[in-house]
């Protein structure tokens, strides 16, 4: 358990500068450990007895640079892999429109009551929705439009609310969601010979992001170990602005931990944010709408890997265009079944994602975890 080695990397070293005003400058250090239990606290702090990561109170001077007017003001360490960090320190003066120390403003607790103790201050969280795209593979049919030949090209058309053939696919007056934000009549996108688009569609649609900002002065690096997990139970978020926020299985990713040293009236502790990234619509599970261009040369995949047949046409010819298969290996018989998809879990999925979504109890989690 001990720091290896500590060194400067060119890129990453920047400077930003207010003319007349204050500069700002931010120094990203990799650092080496040689046990991959070391975490975020060791990093920080990090000296391998030539070079180390700057502390608190510290005066911007590195390489032939020196600023003494510019202050280490956050570190955040980010790990590569199990033994290497990036830890990210910036460093500027004490921004003119904040309290200096010694007189910044009280935090609200829990309770809503003013503290000047940074650790009981309450969880400051933050909801936003963020644009994500996607192929468009399943929506709710509502019908066709037909237009007549040489007709008003500004015509808008007759619509028609008829399948490709009778109830195939089922069509829907409205694309129905359930009460967690999910598409319950949706079929797969197709043409009207049920052959998928190739490439399919695309569609854009917003995601849910949640960041939760903590004061704490002891934590467990066991957090890292929960980046990209996704819940395998139904969650519900508690407290501040996210309170009563639902989250059914396989739809919310724990998405990052950001860590940095803070100070404040004379106390130094780490400031942690959280990041959650709800997709009610879809969920983090990928289903993937099964076609081809071959189909298997046995009608069963028990016994291993399949041969393959291409797919022809009636003149014996290849086909162009993916067709629906069954997720046997088979062509699919779209007289009895609309589509097949084959679902991946492609996340670590977890049953205790509860434990870090509960804001009013998230500082002894993360303290004990």
């Known amino acids: ?12 070293w920047s400077a930003s500068e207010d003319v007349g005003k204050k500069t700002t400058f931010t120094v990203v250090y990799l650092v080496e450990v040689d046990d991959k239990n070391d975490g975020a606290m060791t990093v920080m702090v990090a000296d391998d007895g030539s070079t180390r990561i700057p502390r608190s109170g510290d005066y911007y001077e590195v390489g032939n640079d020196r600023d ?17 960090w990036h830890v990210s320190v ?10 200096q120390e010694g007189s910044q403003k009280s935090g609200l607790d829990n309770n809503g009551m003013p503290t000047d103790d940074p ?6 969280v933050t909801i936003q929705t963020v644009n994500a795209t996607r192929a468009a593979e399943r929506g709710a049919y509502i019908g066709k439009v037909e237009l007549p030949h040489g007709g008003n090209p500004l015509d808008p058309g007759v619509f028609n609310a008829e399948g490709f053939r009778p109830g195939k ?3 829907s007056l409205l694309a129905k969601g359930d009460r967690l934000g999910r598409i319950k009549n949706g079929a797969a996108v197709t043409n009207s010979v049920f052959t998928p688009f190739d490439p399919p569609p695309e569609i854009s649609y917003n995601q849910i992001r949640i960041t939760c900002g903590i004061n704490v002065k002891f934590w467990s690096n066991k957090i890292f170990r929960m980046v990209n997990t996704v819940n395998a139970r139904p969650i519900n978020f508690v407290g501040s602005v996210a309170n009563g926020i639902r989250c059914a299985p396989f739809t919310c990713r724990f998405i990052g931990v950001n860590a940095a040293e803070r100070v404040k009236n004379g106390e130094t502790f780490s400031r942690f944010e959280l990041e959650f990234l709800i997709d009610p619509l879809f969920g983090w599970r990928q289903d993937i709408l099964d076609r081809g261009y071959c189909e298997s040369a046995n009608k069963t995949v028990s016994q291993g890997a399949p041969e393959k047949n291409n797919i022809v046409d009636k003149q014996g010819q290849q086909i162009a265009e993916p067709v629906l298969l069954d997720g046997r290996g088979n062509m699919l018989d779209t007289k009895t079944q609309a589509a097949t998809y084959l679902r991946y879990a492609l996340y670590p999925e977890i049953n205790n994602m509860g434990r870090i979504t509960n ?5 002894n989690v993360i303290r004990n975890l």
């Open 90 to 99: 910036t460093f500027g003066p004490p921004d003119s429109s904040q309290p």
């Open 119 to 124: 650790q009981k201050e309450a969880a400051d």
């Open 359 to 363: 804001f009013i109890n998230i500082k």
């Open 169 to 171: 696919p089922p069509v």
């Open 68 to 84: 003494p007017f510019a202050y280490v003001k956050s570190k955040s360490p980010t790990p590569i892999d199990d033994k290497h």
């Open 1 to 12: 358990m001990s720091v290896v080695s500590v060194n400067i990397l060119h890129n990453g």
